[in-house]
């Protein structure tokens, strides 16, 4: 799954996660980490370089939409070799008239993640997770650890089982 990289369990290199994923892993068993360059943090290059399938990392990504003047936010975790479907499922989970990714800045701000490693691990605790069924059920997936020089080995169940995290059919496509 990650290729030709020498992973470790997650508290052995805390240094190699953002501090809202060091807070969420912190006791949770069974993720891994890796160290990477962060040139090749995008999943196609990391996949590329690493030789770790794509089908077996995930890509977590942070949509927005306003109803009524307030602003909502999820995170959608979709296998890399699929897209969210920003418009149609999600929209319809936040209830909003048009949802988007969020912008980058503000993404990278509210998560204090940086962009290129966002993660669903330590995302602030009022967004909803909405996560594909190909990724719940996976025996583990490739993530970002919320830096672009690291990548985490998460398993699905883990993934699906998050506080606020909720499994959506037709999420991914």
Wanted: aromatic share 4%; hydrophobic share 50%.
């Amino acid at each position: 799954m990650l290729g030709t990289l020498a992973a470790v369990p997650v508290g052995e290199r805390p240094e190699l996660l953002a501090e809202p994923v060091a807070k969420a892993v912190a006791g949770l068993p069974g993720i891994l980490v890796a160290e990477i360059d962060p040139e090749l943090a995008d999943t196609a290059a990391f996949c590329e370089a690493y030789a770790s399938p794509p089908e077996f990392s995930a890509n977590c990504v942070v949509v927005s939409g306003k109803r009524e003047g307030q602003v909502r936010f999820a995170a959608c975790l979709v296998l890399a070799t699929t897209r969210a479907d920003v418009n149609g499922v999600v929209k319809r989970r936040l209830d909003v008239r048009k949802a988007s990714f969020a912008p980058m800045d503000l993404a990278v701000e509210l998560t204090g993640m940086e962009y290129g490693g966002i993660t669903p691990l330590g995302l602030p605790a009022d967004w909803p997770l909405l996560v594909a069924p190909e990724v719940a059920a996976a025996e583990a997936v490739v993530i970002g650890s919320g830096i672009r020089g690291s990548k985490l080995a998460v398993p699905g169940a883990l993934l699906a089982g998050l506080p606020g995290a909720e499994v959506v059919e037709n999420l991914a496509r």
